[in-house]
């Protein structure tokens, strides 16, 4: 053992000499420039920021790489560094032109700035590669300053890199990798084409969302033959639309809706009754349905509309029931009985005076601390639980948080349980979920049904889409049918020829794209 380290040290004896013997050029002052700005993770995070201006697979690069980058500074600065000491370089191999001025005082070993930088092209890398094709030679100059700059042995370094890499690789076990931008699904062949929008009636919810954005012009625009309904505070959003079929009569062959996940399913229960397809332009904050679905933008809508291009979708439904009688409502994505409902209400009370998503976390951490477990009766079983939650269609992955669909026609609901009867249960909830070994631990349920029936000793409440929709005492889940939504066939080759797959979750690089293309054609129209 001693004589491999041995060798090392005389191969990072050989590379610092090597480095050191390099003749003077303007890459100096570069690498000096580019280290100091990868100090505390600047460079990286600053990246991610910029990354998570554009929806879809760019913003999911970005958050993984924060969190990697957060992760692997703190394996490497408060962990190892802390358990291993290694002086630094001597200073005086180099040049007084390429040190490093102050030089770091920490152990040597390894290289933060390495493992943050591999960090984050792995984690990038995972969400988007052709984003770390221009992120990766980037992190790997970081990685080679710390040694041009005589602050790290190369040893250092190239540990440094593995550790990073190894912890943002880690991140797949609590936050899977979406492997595909949209959820599968069987297409519709006989949807109805409306270019420009005609025979569409569309209902624009310009609260949700941006409160900054309405988007009823870009998408009059858009489609300029569509009918456009802006929903009301004192009519719901189903009911207008229902008032609208019922004056249009045949000339409408589908429905839209621009708005968030609560909007998007009172409008799908709508065109479910009418037997009418839909159409989502996704407007709202999160749009859970219009990612799974693999919708991200109107032109995409635009798109699938024009040519008729469709895939057909579960509808779930709920029916509640009390002592004054039943009700039934409908949802695309979930619904859920327990804490999560009383963090609804606790946000939708807060969020007017401080904004949603601090009244978001304000709530998630208040109801925390006063969870108190529900009473449950499930085929017939009573159980205690701390939560209940029912998906429209099975989530992935399993035995864990759910975190997207893979798909939107499987006809079955995702039953997912916290079991509240077993000692010290939220404790062993959190230690499982920390170790991503929920699905494994005796607190955690998880079944895949066509339809539930759930038994409750008093009215609980119940939220579906993000929304609290009532109290009852006797739940039926089950999924009511499937309707046809448009989603635009990537492997139709009108849109292989016009835009590459790899551009159409980020307009930006489409525009990009297509710019260089019209570049090249004028370029290589010339004598």
């Not at 948080?401 to 000692?423: K, T, Y």
């Not at 579906?464 to 889940?477: I, M, Y």
């Not at 979750?505 to 129209?525: C, G, K, Y």
Request: proline fraction near 6%.
């Amino acid at each position: 053992m001693y004589r491999k380290f041995q060798r090392v040290g005389r191969f990072d004896r050989a590379v610092e000499s090597a480095v050191g013997a390099l003749p003077a050029s303007r890459v100096d002052q570069g690498l000096l420039s580019l280290t100091t700005s990868a100090n505390y993770s600047g460079l990286w995070l600053g990246i991610a920021a910029l990354l998570a201006t554009r929806k879809g697979q760019t913003r999911r690069a970005a958050m993984r790489g924060a969190v990697a980058v957060g992760g692997a500074s703190l394996v490497v600065n408060a962990g190892m560094k802390t358990l291993i000491a290694r002086r630094r370089p001597a200073a005086e191999v180099l040049p007084v032109y390429r040190r490093l001025v102050p030089a770091p005082v920490s152990s040597s070993f390894p290289s933060g700035h390495a493992a943050c930088a591999a960090a984050f092209a792995t984690a990038v890398a995972l969400e988007s590669p052709r984003t770390a094709a221009v992120v990766a030679p980037l992190a790997a100059t970081v990685a080679y300053s710390r040694i041009h700059t005589g602050v790290h042995w190369s040893s250092d370094v190239f540990v440094g890199a593995a550790v990073g890499s190894v912890v943002a690789l880690a991140t797949q076990r609590w936050w899977p990798v979406r492997e595909s931008d949209e959820a599968l699904a069987r297409p519709v062949r006989e949807a109805p084409a409306m270019p420009k929008g005609k025979g569409l009636v569309v209902v624009v919810n310009p609260v949700s969302g941006d409160p900054n954005y309405d988007p009823t012009g870009d998408i009059a625009t858009a489609l300029p033959e569509a009918v456009l309904l802006r929903t009301r505070p004192d009519i719901d959003a189903a009911d207008q639309l229902e008032q609208a079929l019922a004056e249009l009569g045949p000339a409408v062959e589908a429905v839209g809706v621009a708005g968030g996940d609560g909007t998007v399913a009172a409008v799908a229960a709508v065109a479910l009754r009418h037997k009418l397809p839909l159409a989502v332009i996704p407007t709202g904050t999160l749009n859970h349905f219009a990612r799974d679905l693999g919708v991200y933008d109107l032109i995409e809508v635009v798109d699938a509309t024009g040519i008729g291009e469709a895939v057909a979708v579960d509808v779930a439904s709920v029916e509640l029931e009390d002592e004054t009688g039943s009700s039934t409502r409908y949802l695309l994505n979930t619904a859920s009985i327990g804490t999560y409902p009383d963090m609804v209400r606790m946000r939708e009370k807060w969020q007017h005076r401080w904004g949603k998503w601090p009244a978001f976390a304000a709530a998630l951490v208040v109801t925390l601390r006063r969870a108190e477990s529900i009473q449950i009766q499930i085929d017939g079983r009573w159980q205690r639980v701390w939560f209940l939650f029912i998906g429209n269609g099975p989530y992935h992955p399993h035995g864990a948080v759910p975190a997207f669909r893979d798909r939107l026609d499987s006809g079955l609901l995702d039953v997912r349980w916290l079991r509240a009867d077993v000692r010290w249960s939220r404790t062993r909830a959190f230690m499982a979920l920390a170790l991503s070994a929920i699905g494994h631990s005796t607190v955690y349920g998880e079944r895949q049904l066509p339809e539930l029936l759930v038994d409750l000793p008093s009215p609980e409440a119940l939220a579906t889409d993000g929304e609290v929709v009532g109290k009852a005492s006797r739940l039926h889940f089950r999924v009511a049918g499937q309707i046809p939504v448009y989603r635009r066939d990537e492997s139709n080759p009108l849109w292989v020829d016009r835009v590459r797959p790899h551009h159409r979750r980020a307009p930006w690089l489409r525009d990009w794209f297509q710019s260089l293309t019209d570049r090249w054609s004028s370029t290589s129209s010339r004598p």
